[in-house]
């Protein structure tokens, strides 16, 4: 088993929560990965698929994909358009609602 943390917009490994779960992971002998992707400057779609090729090889089905922010939306698209089978995604999206008075 290996889990994938991916940061979304604006953020980095080093950001939020992902040095903790990170951290808590590898106590369990998880092998984790959490790739760096261009942001803001140079945040394509193209720029981030290329960031995380050399990471394909070890996506199987037994790996997790923990997405944050953006990282939802790269996991979907990862999975469409390499056809990817995976054990779980795990997707955290922060939502901001604004009503009017």
């Given at each position: ?68 922010s953006?990282?939802p ?5 990862i ?23």
């Amino acid at each position: 088993m290996n889990v994938f943390i991916f940061h979304g917009t604006m953020g980095s490994p080093e950001g939020n929560w992902f040095p903790w779960l990170e951290r808590e992971l590898k106590k369990l002998g998880i092998e984790v990965f959490v790739p760096r992707f261009p942001t803001p400057k140079g945040q394509t779609l193209d720029n981030w698929l290329k960031t995380f090729e050399p990471y394909q090889k070890y996506v199987n089905e037994e790996s997790v994909l923990v997405g944050h922010s953006m990282g939802p939306g790269f996991i979907f698209r990862i999975l469409e358009q390499w056809n990817i089978r995976i054990k779980a995604a795990i997707l955290a999206v922060t939502m901001i609602l604004i009503f009017p008075n």
